[in-house]
């Protein structure tokens, strides 16, 4: 008989009606609807333009890497229209720790939290190590020769000890993020504007350059190829999700966030296709450089100067990647910590400039110290699965939500209800079951890890450990 409080209490949720959203927080509300799309799309549109599309046209898909984009791009909607319809009716940092805690219950909400702090963590570093290549090209195209031991980590080079570009890449945007969300909104709005502009300048003027021949045959591995291709550019079109974690910073959540999910998603889809349909049409895909397609698509129609500003843009625009992930972990942890299910020692704010300081300089120590010394390959195994869970988690509790709880006011509905969210769970598990073995066991030993602080920690000190904060109508 005492099963079945001890059932309830591991499975318990949090009261939405005890997520409140008014000014009882200690983080500042100063984003707006185009300061938040500027953070999503900043966000989306990164290596996927400017490294990603190339590699996939030329290895994969062929011209049929636009095809790629827009199988990746619907199953991404999909997703992004369960967040939407979460982000108006429970507008609170977190993002899916918070709408999995609330629905589904403590454990799973713990669990996706967790992940997602090793995740987004993980993309910066990855990330950072990325744009440290690029800076070390453009620095190489000026004959500047630099230490041996300051270019990549132990192992990726002769003399190698530490990528001191990229460790200092995630200092300085944790740097940044420290000074408060207004300043450092300002300082990413305006970098996704001027990444903008390069890709809007690539477009005009790789149009005047495309040569339709180069579109034959637009399918050379099959369709199957561009299938495959939309399981590797799928990574290159989420962002809002980290993006939604600043809930409590925007002046009108409710309104705002599902209006800059779908915005952001939007403009840099319409982004994408137009980039790739000027990628495949300069250059026939067998000779686009996988590492630098667009750079080498202008050089080979003479125009190396616009591929040297291309480079340039490569590394401004691939930043806003680093500010928004590292937002979003910061975020999932002051959450966590805030519900007591991570030391609440954590979620203490600075006085002046309202943000979550300790944990956002740990993030930057810890973002660093893996961009410095793994090799790019390593700290990618270590990103992937954990956002892919988070996106199941977020459909399946939309379904949940919707039937548990119809009467809740909801400033968003996901449309199509259930088939766009299941079409998103099921997009997400295919891609899981594509994941190489070794991120599984990564991702195991990350969870067991999880398991341990959950059972000897955060079970105890939850908020909701108390018999008070839950209600009748949240049990399960």
């Not at 046209?57 to 619907?74: E, K, N, Q």
């Not at 020692?345 to 740990?362: S, Y």
């Not at 990564?442 to 939850?462: D, E, N, P, Q, T």
Request: aromatic share 12%; charged share 10%; hydrophobic share 55%.
């Amino acid at each position: 008989m005492r099963a079945g409080p001890a059932l309830r209490e591991f499975f318990r949720r949090k009261p939405i009606e005890l997520i409140e959203d008014d000014s009882a927080t200690g983080l500042h509300r100063a984003l707006g609807l185009w300061q938040l799309t500027a953070i999503g799309v900043g966000g989306i549109i990164g290596a996927g333009i400017f490294a990603l599309a190339g590699a996939v046209a030329h290895d994969t898909a062929g011209p049929a890497v636009l095809i790629s984009f827009l199988i990746a791009g619907v199953a991404s909607a999909a997703a992004a229209l369960s967040y939407a319809e979460f982000a108006g009716l429970i507008p609170r940092a977190g993002s899916a720790y918070t709408y999995g805690y609330a629905v589904l219950g403590e454990p799973v909400g713990w669990f996706i939290g967790w992940d997602l702090l090793l995740e987004y963590t993980a993309i910066v570093s990855v990330v950072a190590i990325g744009i440290s290549g690029y800076i070390q090209f453009l620095l190489g195209q000026f004959d500047l020769q630099l230490p041996d031991w300051m270019l990549g980590a132990p192992g990726t080079g002769h003399g190698h000890v530490v990528d001191l570009f990229a460790a200092v890449l995630c200092l300085l945007i944790a740097y940044l993020l420290n000074l408060g969300i207004r300043a450092a909104a300002r300082f990413e709005t305006f970098v996704v504007g001027l990444k903008v502009v390069v890709v809007i300048v690539v477009i005009v003027v790789g149009f005047r350059y495309i040569d339709a021949a180069n579109y034959h045959p637009f399918f050379p591995f099959g369709m199957s190829g561009a299938v495959t291709g939309a399981a590797t550019v799928f990574f290159a079109v989420f962002g809002y999700d980290a993006m939604s974690t600043a809930a409590e910073e925007s002046v009108d959540a409710k309104r705002h966030l599902p209006k800059a999910i779908l915005l952001s998603l939007a403009i840099s889809m319409v982004l994408y296709v137009l980039v790739c349909l000027v990628l495949t049409g300069m250059q026939h895909y067998t000779e686009i450089d996988p590492e630098s397609g667009l750079s080498s698509a202008f050089a080979s129609v003479g125009l190396r100067g616009l591929g040297s500003l291309i480079a340039a843009g490569a590394i401004v625009g691939i930043m806003t990647v680093l500010f928004t992930f590292m937002l979003g972990v910061t975020r999932v942890w002051y959450s966590m910590s805030r519900d007591g299910l991570l030391p609440r020692w954590f979620a203490k704010t600075h006085p002046v400039r309202q943000v979550p300081t300790r944990i956002t300089w740990i993030v930057g120590f810890a973002s660093a110290t893996i961009a410095g010394l793994l090799p790019i390959g390593e700290a990618a195994e270590l990103t992937n699965i954990g956002i892919l869970l988070a996106f199941i988690v977020v459909c399946v509790a939309v379904i949940v939500l919707r039937y548990r709880r119809p009467e809740l006011p909801r400033t968003f509905r996901t449309p199509g209800m259930p088939v766009v969210p299941l079409v998103g769970i099921g997009f997400s598990i295919w891609l899981i079951t594509h994941l190489e073995p070794v991120t599984w066991l990564r991702f195991a030993i990350w969870f067991a890890i999880g398991a341990v602080v959950y059972l000897a920690y955060s079970r105890r000190h939850s908020l909701l450990a108390a018999p008070a904060a839950t209600t009748p109508a949240d049990r399960p």
